[in-house]
């Protein structure tokens, strides 16, 4: 049947334009609505022309045609400079093209025209978060602090803007914006941030609970794996992850993977990391004995695609981390699903029901405040890769740091620092004499607010060496560089940790009430030297202080990792995959049975 014959667009009244289109579109037939706006923008009316220009841009976007798209923005803003809808939408385009500076200018002007307050809160928003991705972060937190003074009710902007001062290692982070006060501060913090900030592990568990219910959706009433044929044969494990590349995780389980048992498992890998020819990447590919890409897949397919798998154990190595995925667990595509390494703490998921810990990261007074029952290792929940580059060893002076004295180091990232740790590593610095404290800038103005902690302490501004960022090989070789490791709170090192022991060199850690303030004293108890974790800040700092002053004592620790350290549970990573292995089963059979 012939289409229906369309009124001639300079015929029509903007509003029946738009109307016309919209129709137009709902019937598959865009490109005729383009037509339509491009035939009424020449020929129509001038006085409303820039608003069908904007609406012409906006479905250009919409089709793809970026090009094309900006060039209708464009002409709306010609024709009505102070239109901010068209600036805003210009902007996005510009920063999708990469073209950040004129995004933000395009974002700029609708401020500075005095749009209405709700556009101006996009605006800033808009600039705060581009800023941040640019690692512009004071620039970032003034945008959006504006942003919090026209609106206060943006729970997610506090969230950004929390965490932006961790970054910056602006102390106090819990600063008041306008209306937003503290409460509202502690109720806006992520998961990531708040176990930054606090051992609390009702916090911890407030703030999972919090994201779920606002950004997860519930989970489904009927389980997927329950519509699928009986599983038989080898056990299946999917890996869950778009972080298998180098990455944290990328880096500590490729040994994981190669390790399992392919008599009585087969392992898959459902992951939406990026694709490259990255070594680390091409390994962990490599080990798998099936990887399906859920790249561009949404949500539901990609549980489908788990439960048509058959996979009997699914381990999510991401949680609630940047990236994550936590819709797909929710249609419980496997009968089991456990939470493993990339979030260490409760992820407050539905469908998630096991975590993978010790005796140690999760004692029994931490399960009232997790959502997932635990399953400890004998020995350490960690897996880590005994086959990673190192580079040779590097000089000291290499780094600028001194021949002839103490050197102390912290490489966490610089969000991990809290006022309290670092008040005691200037206070350790001030006991040692002549020791040095060799950390990692993040940015510069975290660089610059660690230095000005260490003028309010009297501390010399050279006795803190900042580390620049080297590839994974120096970075593991330049810990043979410093005497001790001194751990973040409650944040602890994770990777870090076990990067350092591998290396041989000691760490001082702190251990709280949370999981995730306890990881590096559980990987010290599985490598031999328990006495090294701590219990209160005090404590912390006296045993560095200790250490500080007693090199000697110091080398017989490194001569004990070096000697020892490898062959220890910690390293001993056949031993814990089939201590994975053994609660995959049981869990497996259990289900099967």
Not at 81 to 92: K, Q, W
Not at 202 to 208: E, G, I, K, R, V
Not at 476 to 496: E, I, K, S, W
Request: net charge neutral; glycine share 6%.
């Amino acid at each position: 049947m012939p289409d229906a014959v369309l009124t001639p667009p300079v015929q029509l009244s903007l509003a029946d334009l738009v109307t016309e289109a919209q129709r137009l579109q709902q019937a598959g037939r865009a490109e005729v609505a383009v037509t339509m706006y491009t035939d009424w923008i020449a020929d129509g009316p001038p006085a409303m022309r820039h608003v069908a220009c904007f609406n012409l841009g906006t479905l250009l976007g919409a089709l793809q045609r970026s090009a094309e798209a900006e060039a209708a923005y464009r002409q709306a803003v010609a024709l009505q400079p102070n239109f901010p809808h068209a600036r805003l939408n210009l902007g996005h385009l510009l920063e999708r093209a990469g073209q950040h500076e004129p995004a933000m200018a395009q974002w700029q002007a609708v401020i500075d025209a005095g749009a209405s307050a709700e556009l101006r809160v996009h605006a800033w928003n808009n600039l705060g978060r581009l800023l941040e991705t640019l690692r512009r972060y004071p620039e970032a937190e003034a945008a959006l602090r504006q942003s919090l003074l026209l609106d206060p009710q943006q729970p997610s902007v506090v969230q950004h803007y929390v965490h932006l001062r961790q970054k910056q290692c602006a102390w106090p982070v819990y600063e008041p914006v306008g209306e937003v006060g503290p409460n509202r501060l502690v109720q806006g913090t992520s998961l990531l941030a708040m176990m930054s900030a606090s051992d609390d592990p009702a916090l911890q568990l407030l703030s999972a609970m919090r994201f779920a219910h606002e950004r997860v959706p519930k989970a489904q009433p009927v389980a997927l794996h329950s519509t699928m044929p009986p599983r038989t044969g080898k056990i299946r494990i999917g890996y869950l992850s778009g972080d298998l590349h180098m990455h944290a995780v990328g880096l500590l389980t490729p040994e994981l993977f190669e390790l399992h048992d392919r008599d009585k498992f087969e392992v898959w890998a459902f992951c939406w990391t990026p694709e490259s020819a990255q070594p680390q990447r091409r390994r962990i590919v490599k080990a798998m004995d099936h990887l399906v890409r859920l790249g561009g897949v949404d949500d539901a397919t990609a549980a489908k695609l788990i439960a048509q798998a058959g996979i009997d154990v699914l381990v999510d190595l991401q949680g609630l981390t940047s990236g994550a995925r936590p819709a797909i667990l929710g249609w419980r595509a496997a009968p089991v699903q456990i939470s493993y390494l990339g979030l260490p703490g409760t992820s407050g998921l539905p469908g998630v029901d096991w975590i993978i810990a010790d005796h140690y990261v999760m004692p029994p007074a931490l399960e009232p405040y997790c959502t997932e029952r635990p399953i400890r290792l004998p020995h350490c929940y960690q897996v880590s890769d005994r086959q990673r580059e190192v580079a040779p060893r590097p000089q000291r002076a290499t780094y600028g740091l001194p021949e002839d004295r103490f050197v102390y180091c912290s490489f966490n990232n610089n969000f991990k620092f809290t006022p309290e740790v670092f008040g005691a590593w200037m206070r350790i610095l001030q006991q040692v004499d002549d020791s040095v404290l060799w950390l990692l800038a993040d940015n510069h103005t975290a660089r610059e607010n660690m230095l000005r902690c260490a003028d309010a302490h009297g501390v010399a501004r050279d006795r803190l060496i900042f580390a620049p960022r080297v590839a994974p090989p120096e970075y593991l070789a330049r810990f043979q560089c410093a005497d001790l490791v001194l751990d973040t709170f409650p944040y602890n090192a994770g990777t870090t940790a076990s990067d350092a022991l591998w290396m041989g060199t000691p760490i001082v850690t702190l251990s709280g009430r949370s999981y995730i303030s306890r990881m590096a004293g559980s990987l010290l108890t599985a490598v031999g030297l328990p006495e090294l974790a701590t219990d209160t800040l005090a404590d912390y700092e006296k045993l560095a202080v200790v250490l500080g002053r007693q090199p000697a004592r110091v080398a017989s620790y490194k001569r004990y990792l070096a000697e020892h350290g490898r062959s220890s549970p910690l390293f001993d990573l056949p031993q814990i995959v089939r201590d994975l292995e053994a609660e995959y089963e049981r869990l497996a059979l259990l289900h099967r049975a």
